[in-house]
């Protein structure tokens, strides 16, 4: 069902042409003028239009609403020259597509009124999830943003990993321990591993909807891998991303389509050599690890993207331009997609967002022409 639904929307769509591949590029590990970069989070509260367009709304009422989800893709794009956007969403979107309710709480974040407490609470999440019809208006907006991105620069489309998505549905929002979900890993192996296919089975069928209705790379967010360990990394979390991208990378490959798919598991630096053998293209990086060893223990099998600690944008704006040529010298100009280590917070000013921008372009260009 999935491939038919797919062909049919891929082709007919006539989107504008891409004038700005460097993204693509770089992400297959090729060579570009300049070393491209985007920011995790850079659609979001740090712009004065994003909180002017967010007041008063509901959280997942705008991420419902494809128009809204569209405007706010493109406004970071309309003040830096981004290399690429990453639409409008949030990761608890496929847990509400399984039945769970999760509301946006005002000075606390996402949060589910109801968290699966033991195995018996499986029986609530929908056995089979219609993606489409759940899910369908984030495929909306995606499409509506391909139109009028214009072509200016790629799309990229997300998801949570199951193991992130998984800590979210027991936790009921955010914790510092996790402890409530761990406890599954340790108590209900079995229950958990069913959970994780469960999510697998729902994320691979989100993101090919995605590329159907025109994401140009996906990103998974692993973001909770720091709270495993090495074992339970590779129990728990590792074989689902694994199988997410081999069963896309195969779905896409009958579809005639090639879509680079980024892996950032955050604080997930235990993992690095097994995430560059995972499938994915490219391997996103937070900043507790050093540019040249990332590179040195990925053995170039894959493009690296990152990993400037967010903080950094607080220093001037010369301090900024000289931890970004650090950065770039570390990581070579080669196969590199520049980003923050995680996303940019609130209260960063947005001239520090363009200085970091402007400071990847600009000597990477000279790296490359030095070359
Ligand atoms: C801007 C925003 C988002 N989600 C949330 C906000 C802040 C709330 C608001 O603006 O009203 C709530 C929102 N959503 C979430 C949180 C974290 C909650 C917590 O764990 O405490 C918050 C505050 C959950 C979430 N949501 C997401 C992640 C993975 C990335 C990460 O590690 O930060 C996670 C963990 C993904 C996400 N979320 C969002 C994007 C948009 C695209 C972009 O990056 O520009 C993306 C990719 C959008």
Redesign the pocket.
Known sequence: MLLRHFKCHIFPKDFPQLQNDTFLRAARGEETEHVPVW???????YLPE??ES?AGKD?FE??QTPAACCE??LQ?LRRFPFDAA???????VVPQAMGMDVQ?VAGK??TFPEPLKEPEDLQRLRVKVDVGKELGYVFKAITLTRHKIEGKVPLIG?T?APW?LMS?MIEG???NTHSKAKRWLYRHPEASHMLLRMLTDVIVEYLLGQVAAGAQAL?V?E??AGILGPVEFKEFALPYLRDIARRVKDKLKEAGQDVPMIV?A?DGHYALEDLSQSHYEVVGLDWTIDPQSARERTGGKVSLQGNMDPCALYAPKERISDIVKKMLEGFGTRAYIANLG???Y?DMDPESVGAFVEAVHTHSRQMIKQK
Not at 39 to 45: E, I, S, V, W, Y
Not at 86 to 92: A, E, P, Q, R
């Open positions: 920011c995790m989070r850079q659609a979001g509260r994003f909180r967010r959280f705008t991420c706010l893709t970071p990453i639409i409008f969403s949030d990761i608890l946006m974040g996402p997300f949570g992130t979210y929002g955010g914790s990103q967010f973001s909770h950032f955050k995680h996303g940019l609130p």
